[in-house]
């Protein structure tokens, strides 16, 4: 790299409850690639970038993973989250994604707007850069391209 050059920052994909399950969860709904897999996919399609990977089952772990990266914009550009069911019900994720400085896109597997009402509904949209939903693993891809262009 130029030494010039301004180091690309990271970007953290984050993945909520019962995401560790990918590949093995409802695979009708969900398809049989693994989180693994994921990173795999993104890792070759953006090769100068670095990605952490993060999941958890809980809610405070989330947040504090959001706050942690959100505050270190030297490290950190942004986050492309998959909230899981908490994009349906929490509060607390959306007041973190807003109280932070680094830009979050939403991301779902599956078309939420095609699945039951209750999904229809996403509490950390509106504190979000944007929202991709319905791809599968394409959907991880696309938010990254929103963050790096
Ligand atoms: C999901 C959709 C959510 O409604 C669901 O609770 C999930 C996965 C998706 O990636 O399609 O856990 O976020």
Redesign the pocket.
């Known amino acids: 790299m130029d030494s010039n050059a301004t180091p690309h920052r990271k970007i953290l994909i984050l993945n ?4 560790n399950l990918l590949g093995r969860r409802e695979p009708e ?2 398809g049989r690639t693994t989180a693994e897999d994921i990173m795999a996919m993104i890792r070759a399609s953006y090769p100068g970038r670095e990605f952490e990977y993060f999941q958890s089952n809980h809610e405070g772990d989330l947040i504090d993973t959001l706050h942690r990266v959100g505050y270190d914009t030297d490290n950190y550009q942004g986050v492309v989250f ?7 019900t929490s509060l607390a994720l959306a007041d973190a994604i807003a109280a932070i400085d680094i830009p979050v896109v939403e ?6 707007f095609a ?1 039951e009402e209750i ?1 229809h509904r996403s509490l950390i949209a509106s504190v979000c850069m944007g929202s991709v ?2 791809f599968g693993p394409d ?1 991880y891809i696309l938010g990254v391209k929103a963050l790096v262009g």
């Open positions: 909520g409850p019962n995401l709904t969900y998959n909230a899981g069911a908490y994009t349906h991301v779902h597997l599956s078309n939420v699945r999904r939903s319905g959907s």
